[in-house]
């Protein structure tokens, strides 16, 4: 959940609540019932297999489906790269410094933690400071009150519509349901019940933090897109420290979610290739330097950049989302805990939504 409520997540919210008040809160809270069915199969085949999604492709299927897998999750990973690397870099601009220093010093201290392979100390320290991030969002909306502005807005503006796609997109980053099976297997949870009920929770509270910082963002400019300076200001009701605190919680929120990568996608890439784990250094490597390079380019312009990516990303999930979903219902992989009927249905509808959602409201705002 806390990697779910990454940087790019969050600042796609603040813009959105800064471009439409409280107006798609109706949706985010809608959205809760597709996370919670699409991560729900994801925890089902960690539990029940032990393995991760890379591994399960290359054991039950042909070399050549395991090869086309490779291909969309290693876009994934680089697209889901830049996104991190351009919210650290906003956070980063908050503290004062400007994105050509932070994007390759956020490259280099991941690369050392991916070489050094100290995921279990480092993701301790993240998800405690990740938490200064939502500490000061709940913080400045205590301070500033609820205000009465209505919970549903629709229109067919396409700066509504993109703004749609991007929270479509930010729902499921298409890297989480591959940590999701990895870490419940390596977490021995132990039954499925157990499993739903922490994936419903995650899906609730994620999706709630959500709207809280849309709440916290109204009254910002965003439809001239929001600087760094314009989200310290947002927070500042809070008191002198907390746009300091988001910064910072920003910073920390990308980190954990780039380690969630690294953890997942990129493994899942060489397992998937049926290659020893080893070899995830150079796929993190050749998937990194793209997404790097992309971010620098982009530069100027960086909530620009994670906006479109967010909406991109309903392109990206589609492949994984087949994949899992019908991993999930094979009983010669999952034996009796193959997805029954309202499972399948669950699923189905849910990721056929959100990429729908995602599609419909991308092309609608490019027309």
Request: proline share 4%.
């Amino acid at each position: 959940m806390m990697a779910n409520v990454d940087a790019p997540s969050i600042l796609t919210a603040a813009e959105t609540g800064a471009l439409y008040g409280y107006g798609l809160i109706w949706l985010l809270l809608i959205l809760i019932i597709p996370l919670f069915f699409i991560q729900e199969a994801s925890g089902r085949i960690g539990i029940v297999t032990r393995r991760g999604l890379g591994e399960i492709i290359h054991e039950n299927y042909s070399k050549r489906i395991a090869v086309l897998a490779s291909v969309p999750m290693s876009l994934t990973d680089m697209l889901t790269y830049a996104a991190e690397y351009m919210g650290i870099a906003i956070g980063m601009q908050i503290i004062g410094i400007p994105p050509y220093i932070s994007i390759p010093a956020a490259f280099l201290i991941h690369l050392a933690l991916v070489y050094e392979r100290k995921y279990a100390v480092v993701e301790s320290v993240l998800i405690g400071v990740s938490g200064l991030l939502l500490v000061a969002y709940v913080a400045s909306l205590f301070v500033r009150g609820v205000a009465s502005f209505s919970p549903f807005y629709f229109s067919s503006s396409p700066a509504f519509l993109f703004v749609v796609a991007a929270n479509a997109g930010a729902l499921v980053m298409p890297c989480m349901p591959f940590y999701q099976a990895s870490a419940t297997a390596e977490k021995n949870v132990g039954s499925l019940l157990t499993s739903r009920i922490e994936t419903l929770l995650g899906a609730v509270v994620s999706e709630c933090l959500m709207v809280v910082v849309i709440m916290v963002s109204v009254g910002l400019d965003g439809f001239n897109l929001l600087s760094a300076r314009e989200l310290s200001a947002g927070l500042a009701v809070a008191g002198r420290y907390a746009p300091i605190l988001f910064g910072v919680g920003l910073v920390a929120a990308g980190f954990l979610a780039l380690t969630v990568i690294s953890l997942a996608s990129a493994w899942g890439v060489v397992e998937a290739l049926g290659l020893p784990r080893s070899r995830s250094f150079q796929v993190y490597l050749a998937e990194s330097i793209p997404a790097v390079l992309l971010s620098l380019i982009i530069g100027s312009n960086l909530l620009t950049g994670i906006l479109s990516l967010m909406s991109a990303f309903v392109f990206v999930v589609i492949v994984p989302g087949i994949m899992m979903g019908v991993i999930a219902a094979d009983a010669r992989i999952m034996g009796t805990s193959a997805s029954s009927s309202f499972w399948k249905l669950g699923y189905w509808i849910s990721i056929i939504s959100v990429v729908s959602l995602g599609l419909i409201f991308w092309l609608a705002s490019s027309i």
